[in-house]
C-alpha cells in the first residue's frame, strides 16, 4: 500500500512537467511568429522607404535642366542603389505573395531610373506614365505586405 502516494506523485510529476513544456512550446512558438512579424514589418518598412527615396530622386533628376549625360547617368544609378539590399532580403524572407508584387514593384522603379538616365524629363509622357504604374504597383506591393504581416503563418 505504501507504493500507492508514491506513484501518484509520479504521476503528477509527469502531468505536471507536460504542462509545463506544453506552455513553454506555446510561448516559444509565440514568441517566433512575433518576432517573425517584427523582421518582416522592419524589411518591409526599409524596401518601401528605399523605393519610395529612389523615385523620389529620380523626379528630382527628371526635373532638373541640364544635366550633362554622364552625370545623369551617375545620379540616376545613385538613386536607386539603396534599393537592392532590401529588395534581396525581401527574397528570402518573404512569401511569394509578396515577393512577386515587389518585384514588379522594384522593376517600374529601375525603369524609372532608366528612362530619367536616357534624358526623360519630369513632365514627359512616358516618365508620368511610368511614375503612375510605380505608384500603382507600390501600393499594391505595400497592400501584400500588410496582409502578410497580419496573418498568423509566419
Known amino acids: 500500500m505504501t507504493w500507492i502516494p508514491l ?3 509520479l504521476i503528477g510529476a509527469m502531468i505536471a512537467m507536460g504542462s509545463a513544456l506544453l506552455v513553454e512550446r506555446r510561448t516559444t512558438q509565440r514568441e517566433t511568429t512575433a518576432e517573425w512579424r517584427r523582421t ?3 524589411l518591409y518598412a526599409r524596401f518601401l522607404a528605399g523605393h519610395a527615396q529612389a523615385g523620389s530622386d529620380l523626379r ?7 544635366l550633362e549625360a554622364s552625370e545623369r547617368y551617375r545620379q540616376t544609378r545613385a538613386a536607386y542603389t539603396h534599393c537592392y539590399a532590401s529588395r534581396h532580403e525581401l527574397e ?5 505573395t509578396v515577393v512577386d508584387p515587389a ?3 522594384s522593376r517600374a522603379v529601375r525603369m ?3 528612362a530619367v538616365s536616357g534624358g526623360a524629363r519630369i513632365d514627359s509622357d512616358q516618365f508620368e506614365e511610368l511614375t503612375r504604374r510605380y505608384l500603382d504597383l507600390r501600393l499594391e506591393t505595400r497592400d501584400a505586405m500588410r496582409s502578410d504581416i497580419w496573418t498568423d503563418n509566419a
Open 60 to 66: 528630382n533628376i527628371a526635373a532638373t535642366p541640364g
Open 40 to 42: 518582416r514589418r522592419e
Open 7 to 9: 506513484l501518484a506523485a
Open 103 to 105: 518585384e514588379e514593384c
Open 92 to 96: 528570402l524572407l518573404a512569401p511569394r
Open 112 to 114: 524609372m531610373r532608366d
